[in-house]
């Protein structure tokens, strides 16, 4: 028997009167990847956030790999093996491209606050570095400012910076938001690539069908803070309630023509 590598029990939170997400379960399975979307509002940010430790659950529990990690904050959680990518790029633009990722090696590795300088004169750092460059193909950028690099690159760096951690469980938030069709088409290649690779445990909110139906395994639908759904791709797409109340369908057509 499988077991989760994540639990997610009657997960709730409340802001005053309101209820942003209500009584949520999830089970995630090792080298699952897992989408959770819905429309603006329905919840899903402050599911990332209460999962990833930024915000505490009003109620519910959250266990990883057999550990509570209710409540705990983000810094614990991502010792414990989560790591969360952002909407908006997190990365040092000052540095190059290799030593953004040398900075979070050395975090990882315990080299405390002096990071650059250890990574700068670490080769197995550097090394390490640019294998996780490599296997998210941007090795050639390595010497190149994250500055100055496209915005479809600057979204894989910051990836290559979160599978630094050598996370049991990878949260992506948005990884496609912004891009061109080219830029979307490549990032999606790469994380079903990741994906297939075993090394990995997903979770994905993204807003772009095409991406969801072509990386998720199964598929938690939120709305107004609950869940609607859950399950694979075709459930989801043929589901009269999801295209109700998220896809905005209801003709049967439509939703092939969206998951093409």
């Not at 005053?16 to 090792?30: H, R, Y």
């Not at 990518?85 to 990882?108: G, K, W």
């Not at 479809?152 to 951690?165: F, N, Y």
Request: charged letters at 25%; a negative charge; glycine letters at 8%.
């Amino acid at each position: 028997m499988i077991h989760p590598i994540l639990t997610i029990s009657n997960l709730t939170k409340r802001f005053g009167g309101n209820t942003a997400v209500s009584g949520i379960n999830l089970d995630v399975l090792p080298k699952e990847t897992i989408a959770i979307i819905g429309p603006n509002g329905a919840g899903k940010t402050t599911f990332y956030n209460m999962v990833s430790g930024r915000m505490q659950p009003s109620e519910g529990n959250i266990v990883l790999d057999g550990k509570d990690i209710t409540g705990l904050p983000p810094h614990k959680i991502s010792r414990l093996g989560v790591s969360r990518s952002f909407q908006i790029n997190n990365i040092f633009p000052e540095m190059t491209v290799q030593e953004n990722v040398e900075v979070v090696l050395s975090a990882f590795h315990g080299h405390g606050r002096k990071l650059f300088n250890i990574a700068s004169r670490n080769t197995g750092i550097q090394q390490e570095a640019v294998v996780l460059l490599k296997r998210l193909g941007i090795d050639s950028l390595k010497s190149q400012r994250a500055e100055v690099i496209s915005y479809g690159d600057k979204r894989l760096l910051e990836i290559a910076m979160v599978l630094a951690t050598q996370p049991k469980l990878v949260l992506l938030d948005e990884p496609t938001a912004g891009m061109t069709p080219d830029e979307t088409r490549r990032t999606t290649r790469l994380v079903k690539s990741l994906a297939e690779s075993g090394d990995y445990t997903f979770l994905i909110t993204e807003h772009d069908m095409d991406v969801v139906f072509g990386l998720a395994d199964r598929i938690l639908v939120m709305h107004r803070g609950e869940k609607l759904f859950a399950g694979t791709p075709e459930e989801v797409k043929n589901h009269p309630e999801v295209r109700r109340a998220y896809l905005g369908e209801e003709d049967d057509d439509v939703i092939e023509e969206t998951s093409a």
